[in-house]
């Protein structure tokens, strides 16, 4: 009986490094791919002027960065498993990876947010055609990121759900404004972007919740 406990053991962990060798090479290339956006963004942003370009560039970047936390979570959790005086828990670090994204998108939820109700209050002129390119672009590649990501929930862990929500949480708010741009251009309704942009904060700040009551659970192990 104690052999047969020993035996399943291996088995599930022979399978959890298959996930998250799995899971780290997803990572790993969504990660090329926001980073080749955002350099190409902020080149032709710099290049034309264009703010809106600009300022999606350098909004790519901090995608980039927690992006780039869970591509190193799987990273790490590789090399120390490989290590035979290691006697952590490994899954700590993919909880502690998600934890610190989950901040990361309640941080960025709350900015957008703000920015969008100062806008409200403040609207400015928009250049619709260059904006509507910048989303479409941005969702796009967010709806390419999320299909990479894609993962069986069964088999996940709050690292790889971290990585996932920012892309869906991108593809989101860049949906919204193509909607709201969209809208506000034909009729006029300039409030419909900032309405847009509102709405989407509002769901992201109740999927990062989650995500850090999740990973926190793991984390004190509860």
Known sequence: MFSFYLILQFLIVLDMKHHHNDFESKT??????????????IYFGLRTGSMALLADGIHM??????????????????????????????????????????????????????????????PVEINFVEALIVAVVGFFVNILSAFILKHDHHHSDNNIRAAYLHVIA????????????????????????????????????????????????DLLNL
Request: proline residues 0%; glycine residues 8%; positive net charge.
């Open 28 to 41: 790993r290339w969504v990660v090329y791919i926001t980073a080749i956006v955002m350099v190409v963004e």
């Open 61 to 122: 970047g901090s995608h980039v960065l927690a992006l780039g936390l869970s591509w190193f979570a799987y990273f790490m959790v590789r090399k120390l498993s490989g290590k035979e005086n290691f006697k952590g828990d490994t899954s700590k670090i993919l909880s502690l990876a998600g934890y610190s994204s989950g901040l990361m998108l309640l941080i960025f939820s709350f900015v957008l947010m703000w920015e969008a109700v100062h806008r409200l209050y403040n």
């Open 170 to 217: 991108d593809a989101l708010t860049s949906f919204t404004a193509i909607v709201g741009l969209t809208a506000a251009m034909i009729w006029n309704i300039i409030w419909l972007d900032t309405l847009g942009a509102i709405l989407s904060s509002l769901v992201i700040i109740r999927w990062s919740v989650i995500l850090l009551k999740d990973s926190g659970k």
